[in-house]
């Protein structure tokens, strides 16, 4: 599969891209059920009352890759969920300190259980990401954060805030999917179409914002923002099964968009996403389905 490239005339441009190994069939398809690891599946679907956390583990290691923190150094992941990033940078930097910041009390405490026995050590935070975060001006030697700027209202300030942790010469990697970017093959064009803006724009309970397009937006905040930008990448993550990440997020839609219709909000209602569930498994069973996704990953540095 062709990789996708970002144009941008001040920072490097790559394209990680392609086929991305399969995760195994074996793990959750449901994103209310408990996955292998003892971690939860979601995406955007599930609300803080039992936390949540991107299960696509491939990319967790491609954020650690993103930055490279000394031996002792510290590295901070804003809105952490379950852990997930901050578990592959333990398994890379053994004795790097980790930080974790989330509002959900259910993930911050999964976190911490995920994280007891880093030798490096660990403290995760239950902190609103709308306000100041609780740590000491340059603190952190890295900074990342995946998944989560769609939720927050003021971007600009989220950034700014990431500078002030970082250290002078600190990295920061800050990657979110862009939601427009689902594609899925094997489904009837306008009922797709529907379903996948729908999600785009729906606003689930838990989200005090949404911009499902906030990864095609991500370079250009970043520019706009004190930190300074270094590359620009994506990272695809497709299938021609429905396993792995492509149940999940398949289920993910499912689950969201049938919350958002029970509420009588949203663009589409519940017959709607049944006929498009049912119709995602047809295609697979057919073997007609195709399903990719496109993550906007941007390095960053504070200068001084
Ligand atoms: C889709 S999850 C991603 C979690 C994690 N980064 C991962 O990769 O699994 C979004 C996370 O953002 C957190 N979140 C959303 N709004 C927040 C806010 N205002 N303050 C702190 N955390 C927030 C949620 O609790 C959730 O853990």
């Given at each position: 599969m062709a990789g996708n490239t970002i144009r941008s005339s001040r920072t490097s441009v790559v394209s990680l891209a392609g086929e991305q190994p399969l995760l195994?069939?074996?793990?959750?398809?449901?994103?209310?059920s408990r996955a292998q690891g003892g971690q939860l599946s979601a995406g955007r679907?599930?609300?803080?009352?039992v936390g949540m956390s991107e299960e696509d583990g491939l990319i967790h290691h491609h954020l650690v890759d993103s930055v490279e923190p000394p031996l002792h150094g510290r590295v901070v992941d804003l809105g952490?969920?379950?852990?997930p990033t901050l578990a592959a940078f333990a398994r890379r930097f053994p004795i790097v300190h980790l930080t974790g910041v989330d509002r959900s009390t259910a993930s911050v405490e999964a976190a911490r259980e995920l994280l007891a026995d880093h030798a490096g050590g660990s403290d995760v935070l239950v902190t609103?990401?709308?306000?100041?975060?609780p740590l000491p001006d340059s603190c952190a030697d890295a900074v990342v954060s995946y998944n989560?700027?769609?939720?927050?209202?003021d971007a600009p300030a989220f950034l700014a805030e990431i500078w002030r942790l970082l250290k002078p010469g600190g990295r920061a990697v800050v990657a979110h999917v862009d939601f427009d970017s689902i594609m899925v093959a094997g489904v009837d064009r306008d009922l797709d179409r529907r379903i996948c803006h729908a999600f785009t724009d729906d606003q689930q309970?838990?989200?005090?914002?949404?911009?499902?397009?906030i990864g095609r937006k991500l370079p250009g905040l970043v520019q706009a923002s004190p930190l300074i930008s270094e590359r620009v990448a994506t990272w695809v993550t497709s299938s021609?099964?429905?396993?792995g990440q492509a149940a999940r997020r398949i289920e993910n839609i499912r689950q969201a968009l049938t919350l958002t219709a029970s509420r009588?909000?949203?663009?589409?209602?519940v017959d709607e996403v049944e006929a498009w569930h049912a119709a995602v498994q047809e295609a697979a069973a057919g073997a007609r389905f195709f399903f990719a996704e496109t993550a906007v990953v941007v390095t960053a540095k504070r200068l001084a």
């Open positions: 195994p069939a074996s793990r959750s398809r449901s994103p209310f679907s599930i609300d803080g009352e952490c969920g379950r852990g609103d990401l709308r306000e100041p975060v989560v700027l769609e939720c927050l209202p309970q838990w989200m005090d914002h949404a911009d499902g397009r021609t099964e429905l396993v009588r909000k949203g663009l589409v209602d």
